[in-house]
Structure formats: C-alpha cells, structure tokens
C-alpha cells in the first residue's frame, strides 16, 4: 500500500516549517553571544584603547576625555541591554565586555 502527500499537507508543512525557523535564527543568535569569552585587558586593541574593566578605575588625567557616569552599559557600541553585566561590543569583536567597563571609544547611547 503506498501513502499518498497532500497538497494540504505539504502546505501545513511549509507553513509550519515558516514560522518556526526565525525563532531558531534568534536562538542560536542569543546563544552564541552568551559565549563569548571576556576581552582580556592585556589585549593590544583593547591597551590601545585604554580599557579598563571598571570604569572607577580610570585614570582622567591619563584620558581627559572620560567623565563619571561613562561605562560601557551606557555606550551605543554595547550590543547587550544595559542590565546585563556582559555583552558583545562593536569595537571588541568576537569579545565580551563588562558593562561597567569603559574604553576611549565610547559615545553616548541614543
């Protein structure tokens, strides 16, 4: 006996098989960026940025540029919520950073 597909089947199918692989993209996306291995300080880019893992600890003799509050929860390239200790950061690629972190490249987040 053979078993026929339907064309309803093969609709329900695809339909099915839609909806459900966005939500897998985003899933492996988030699971990915949990990884990450934190930005070591002694890194080349990151002492040519001066960053620092805790942002009290900046020198701002050392870097003029830096002001109370800045860290990097509160910089446009933290690529995570500002309530999560750890993120990607566009500068620091295939890096985490701490979010109270700070480096010579921050900019306000919009």
């Known amino acids: 006996m053979q078993r026929r597909i339907s064309r309803r089947s093969i609709v329900k199918s695809g339909l099915i098989a839609g909806a459900v692989f966005p939500f897998s993209a985003i899933i492996s996306r988030a699971a990915t960026a949990a990884v990450l291995p934190p930005l070591d300080p002694?890194?080349?880019?990151?002492?040519?940025?001066?960053?620092?893992?805790?942002?009290?600890?900046?020198?701002?003799?050392?870097?003029?540029?830096?002001?109370?509050?800045?860290?990097?929860?509160?910089?446009?390239?933290?690529?995570?919520?500002?309530?999560?200790?750890?993120?990607?950061?566009?500068i620091f690629a295939g890096k985490s950073v701490p979010s109270g972190g700070w480096c010579q490249v921050w900019v306000q987040k919009a």
């Open 42 to 90: 002694s890194d080349p880019t990151a002492k040519a940025l001066g960053f620092v893992a805790d942002a009290s600890k900046v020198d701002a003799k050392t870097y003029p540029t830096f002001k109370p509050g800045q860290k990097c929860a509160t910089c446009a390239q933290f690529q995570g919520k500002p309530t999560d200790t750890t993120a990607a950061c566009t």
